[in-house]
Nanobody, 127 residues
Framework: QVQLVESGGGLVQAGGSLRLSCGAS????????VAWFRQAIGKEREFVAA????????YYADSVKGRFTISRDNAENAVYLQMNSLEPEDTAIYYC????????????????????WGQGTQVTVSS
C-alpha cells in the first residue's frame, strides 16, 4: 500500500522560508509525477506545484511562481517544496500527491489526476 508522508511545516514570519518534504513508503517515487496542493480554512484544495516523472519539467500556480521551488531526489525517494518569501496568504495545510501510474504526463493541475495523498502538513505564516 502506497503511503505519502509530508513533513517540514511550521510557523514562520512573513518573508521567511520553509522546506517541505514528501516521502513515500510502499513505492518509489522514481518514474512518478508528484505534486503539492494546499488547502486553507474555508477554501478549496488548490494546486501549488508539480514535477514531472523525469524531473525535467516543473509547474507552478501563478500565486507561488518565483517564490516556491519543487524538486525531487530519487536517491532519497523524496520530493521537496522550497518556499521562500512566504506570505500570510500561504497559510494552509500542504499535501503531496502522486498518480497511480508511472510515466504520467497530464495537465498536473487537477486533483483528479492524483490517486495517492499524504495526510498534510500545516504551514502558518504570521504577519
Amino acid at each position: 500500500q502506497v503511503q505519502l508522508v509530508e513533513s517540514g511545516g511550521g510557523l514562520v514570519q512573513a518573508g521567511g522560508s520553509l522546506r517541505l518534504s514528501c516521502g513515500a513508503s510502499g513505492r518509489t517515487f522514481n518514474n512518478y509525477a508528484v505534486a503539492w496542493f494546499r488547502q486553507a480554512i474555508g477554501k478549496e484544495r488548490e494546486f501549488v506545484a508539480a514535477i514531472s516523472w523525469t524531473g525535467g519539467n516543473t509547474y507552478y500556480a501563478d500565486s507561488v511562481k518565483g517564490r516556491f521551488t519543487i524538486s525531487r531526489d530519487n536517491a532519497e525517494n523524496a520530493v521537496y517544496l522550497q518556499m521562500n518569501s512566504l506570505e500570510p496568504e500561504d497559510t494552509a495545510i500542504y499535501y503531496c500527491a502522486s498518480p497511480s501510474h508511472p510515466y504520467y504526463s497530464g495537465t498536473y493541475y487537477y486533483r483528479g489526476e492524483y490517486d495517492h495523498w499524504g495526510q498534510g502538513t500545516q504551514v502558518t505564516v504570521s504577519s
